[in-house]
Every structure is written in structure tokens, then in C-alpha cells.
């Protein structure tokens, strides 16, 4: 089991893999948008490409998600937050391959998991470049309380990171645990690395 | 069928130079005022961003960004106007409420550097086709197979935003809500991006082997149809760059040794 945690195939079938994950990421974002969901769900996309390809995968689809989008949209201010989307791959993607993707119960264990390592990363990011907001107006509300109430700067900023991922990733894992359920096994098993092939 | 990316196509100063000089003159713009660190230097880095985007005729393609991000600086100058950890002196007061002169120069220096990086990286991507800045960097050694997961995702989203409209059309005929409540809004999200992102992971395989078929495995060098040379205007465009980071670093040198 541990030896395969990393374990990466760099076939074709994972190269194309990795730009459609990207596509599920932009769609999840628009269509929370088009909804008007109080929510990103931007990262469904780079789950789903962890859960079938592993934490190396993950990294990538989340690496060039944010790339791609900062390209595509001018919005700056989003790029450092690569740092997060790699951290949610690698861990999904080590989530899933020690089996915590394969239950409900699990599942929402490593949505848990998720929470704790993007705020981890993302709140030194938010502190050292914005001085602590989020640039989420409902967050940052809480933020500028907790300040004046004269809570320390890195516990407010934690709070306002904190309280918007916990909703948002943790739909995230949900749907992507749906979704990977729902997939045929001639998809999914292009991508296990666990198969050993037999000659004859 | 809509592209996704923002290049304007037109005939420009910048349109004209490189994609590698116009990446350096990003690295460049986020270099040199952060070496120099003083706040003239982030102004007069995103007036001369702001100035050549003018030149360009590129003003009215980068409002969308400057609108973009003008809450977010608000809101930088509100929170640490109010609380910014060095607050001594007070500027002004709204009512009650009081704002800092430190927390108003702190807010002004990270509103300034963000819209100079801002105005740098916008003339990159309003002049730059992603699909040519890709070739570029395969040329001096990126590895091609990353290269095109880069250059697809600029295919595969407009044909996944496609699909998608059909669905939303699809789902509402058979009397799914898009609008009301909350609660009705968030349910309407798993039959809007199922189907889509179902079918799209299903297409993965077939255009794997389309690719491989194509010979995309191949451990051959890779030829290509277009080779763009650094011209004579690149190469002074990136002296004088490099000249403007070694100067930066000696003018934060000099400071250094003058304060000691």
C-alpha cells in the first residue's frame, strides 16, 4: 500500500486527464456563479483528478488550474493561492489512495483533512500579502470584528479563511466522492496504479 | 465557439516583441520596485505599466480588471485603516469611526505594488496568445506532453461551457429550477454538473487514443510549424530590463550602506 502512494503512470489517458479536471474546475465555478451559490466549489475538478490519478496528478490539476485561470481571467490577486490548490491535490490524492475515498464515512474524514491543510496554507498567504482579509466580503466582516475585539491578527485571519472553506470544501468532497462512484470501471481503471499485468 | 482567453488581436509596440521579453517584463516590474522598496517605485512602476497599456490602445480591454479589483483594495484600505498593528496617528473619522495614518500608508503600498503587478500582467496576456507563449517555451525545453495539457484546457473549457448550456436547457424543459431559494439553487447543482462532467471524463479515452494514434508518445524531437526569433528589439527591450534590476539592486545596496 505505501509504496504505491505517489506512484504516478504519465500515460496518455493522465495527460488528457489532467485539462478536463481543469474544465470541471472552471464549470463548478461557473456554474456556483450562474446560480448565485454563496460558494467557489472551483476545486471539484482537481479532487476528481487526485482521486483517479493520484496526489501527483492532483498537484498538477491544481498547479496549472490556477495558471490557467489567472490567464484567462487577469484576476492577479488569485494566483498565489496555486500553493493551496497544490496542497488540496496532494492531499486528496493521498486521502484516496490509503482508501478514505471509498465510503461516505471516509470520504468526509478527508474533507475534514482537506479544511485543515487549505486554511493551513492559505491564511499565510492572506496574512503576508493582503494583511489578513480574504477578499471574501462576508469573511473579511468577521476579520475586522474579530480585530477590533482585539483578537491577535493570525487567529482572525484563520476564522475568516476557516469559516469560508469548511462549507465550501467540504460540498467539494461530497460531490466529488459522488462522482467518482458513479464512474464506470473501464474509466477509472485506465488510471489505478494498483493493476498488475499478466502475460501470457 | 467563444475563446477563452484575452487576447486582443491588433498591432501594437507590444504585440510586436516576444513572448519571453514580455514575461521579463513582468518578472521585471514585480523585481525592481520590490528591491528598490520604496513607494515611488511601485507608483512609477504601475503608471509606466498603465502608461504603455494607453500606448497599446489596450485601456479599454484592461478596465474590466481595474473594476475587478477595486473592492478588494477597498477593502484593504477599511480593514487596515482600522486596524493595522502600528495605528498611531489618526488621519481622519468618519462618525466613530477612526482611520490610521500607518495603516493608510500599509494599505496604499500593497494597493499600489497589486495594481502595478496588475497593469504588468495585463499587457502580457492582452498581447500574448497563449497557444504562441506555450510553442515558445517548448522550444527552449519545455517537455511538449505538459505543454499541451496547458494549450487543451484553452480548447476543452469553451467545449465544456457548450455542453453545459445545452444541459442547463435540457434539465430546465424537464421543469428543473434555476432560480428561488437558496436551497432550491444549490439543489439544481449536481443535475446541471453531473452530466457534463460525466461525459467529459467518458470523451477522456477516446481522445487518448486519438492522440496516441497521432503518434503523441513518439521519442522523437518534435518539429514545429512556426519558430519566432528573438529580434533586434527584444534584445535591446531586455538590456535595458536587466540594466533596471542590476540598478535596482544597487540603489537598495547604496541605501543599506548609507543607513549603516
Redo the contacts between chains.
Keep these: 500500500m505505501k509504496k504505491n502512494l505517489f506512484k504516478t503512470k504519465?500515460?496518455?489517458?493522465v495527460?488528457?486527464?489532467?485539462?478536463?479536471c481543469?474544465?470541471?474546475n472552471?464549470?463548478?465555478k461557473?456554474?456556483?456563479a450562474?446560480?448565485?451559490?454563496?460558494l467557489w466549489?472551483d476545486c471539484?475538478g482537481t479532487c476528481?483528478g487526485a482521486v483517479l490519478g493520484g496526489p501527483v496528478i492532483g498537484a498538477?490539476c491544481g498547479a496549472?488550474n490556477n495558471?490557467?485561470y489567472?490567464?484567462?481571467?487577469?484576476?492577479?490577486?488569485s494566483w498565489p493561492y496555486f500553493l493551496t490548490s497544490i496542497g488540496i491535490g496532494l492531499t486528496v490524492g493521498i486521502m484516496a489512495r490509503l482508501g478514505n475515498m471509498e465510503k461516505f464515512g471516509k470520504a468526509l474524514v478527508t474533507a475534514f483533512v482537506v479544511v485543515v491543510v487549505a486554511v493551513a496554507i492559505s491564511t499565510p498567504i492572506n496574512v503576508i500579502?493582503?494583511?489578513?482579509?480574504t477578499?471574501v466580503?462576508f469573511g473579511?466582516a468577521v476579520?475586522?470584528f474579530l480585530?477590533?475585539k482585539g483578537v491577535g491578527?493570525w487567529l482572525a485571519s484563520l476564522c475568516d479563511e476557516a469559516l469560508i472553506d469548511l462549507i465550501d470544501k467540504f460540498l467539494t468532497i461530497v460531490?466529488t466522492f459522488?462522482?467518482v462512484k458513479?464512474?464506470?470501471k473501464?474509466?477509472t481503471s485506465?488510471y489505478s496504479v494498483g493493476d498488475e499485468i499478466k502475460n501470457l | 465557439m467563444k475563446s477563452i482567453s484575452l487576447y486582443v488581436d491588433k498591432n501594437s509596440v507590444f504585440h510586436n516583441l516576444h513572448s519571453f521579453t514580455k514575461l521579463f517584463y513582468l518578472l521585471t516590474m514585480i523585481l525592481v520596485p520590490a528591491i528598490a522598496g520604496n513607494i515611488w517605485g511601485f507608483a512609477a512602476a504601475a503608471a509606466f505599466s498603465f502608461l504603455m497599456l494607453i500606448i497599446c490602445g489596450l485601456l479599454k480591454k484592461a478596465m474590466p480588471f481595474l473594476i475587478f479589483t477595486i473592492t478588494i483594495v477597498l477593502i484593504i484600505f477599511i480593514v487596515q485603516g482600522l486596524t493595522y498593528p502600528g495605528n498611531e496617528s489618526v488621519m481622519f473619522s468618519l462618525g466613530k469611526v477612526e482611520f490610521y495614518k500607518e495603516g493608510i500608508m500599509y494599505a496604499l503600498r500593497i494597493g499600489l505594488n497589486f495594481w502595478n503587478i496588475l497593469f504588468a500582467f495585463a499587457l502580457l496576456i492582452l498581447t500574448t496568445k497563449p497557444k504562441d507563449m506555450v510553442e515558445d517555451c517548448e522550444q527552449i525545453g519545455l517537455s511538449p506532453r505538459f505543454g499541451y495539457i496547458i494549450a487543451s484546457v484553452f480548447q476543452i473549457i469553451p467545449q465544456m461551457t457548450g455542453t453545459m448550456s445545452t444541459i442547463t436547457d435540457a434539465q430546465r424543459s424537464r421543469g428543473m429550477e434555476t432560480e428561488g431559494k437558496l436551497l432550491t439553487r444549490a439543489k439544481a447543482f449536481i443535475p446541471l454538473m453531473a452530466p457534463v462532467v460525466m461525459s467529459s471524463l467518458i470523451n477522456t479515452k477516446e481522445r487518448a487514443m486519438a492522440l496516441e494514434i497521432r503518434g503523441f508518445n513518439a521519442d522523437i524531437k518534435k518539429t514545429y510549424l512556426y519558430t519566432r526569433k528573438l529580434k533586434t528589439s527584444d534584445k535591446v527591450c531586455l538590456f535595458l530590463m536587466g540594466l533596471s534590476i542590476l540598478s535596482s539592486i544597487a540603489f537598495r545596496v547604496v541605501k543599506w550602506l548609507i543607513l549603516k
Excluded: S, Y
Design positions: 504519465f500515460n496518455t489517458a495527460i488528457v486527464l489532467i485539462p478536463v481543469i474544465g470541471i472552471f464549470l463548478g461557473f456554474i456556483a450562474q446560480l448565485k451559490l454563496p466549489l471539484i476528481i498538477i496549472v495558471l490557467v489567472t490567464i484567462t481571467t487577469g484576476d492577479v490577486q500579502l493582503w494583511g489578513g482579509t477578499g466580503v473579511d476579520f475586522t480585530r477590533e491578527l460531490i459522488f462522482i458513479a464512474l464506470p473501464t474509466i485506465v
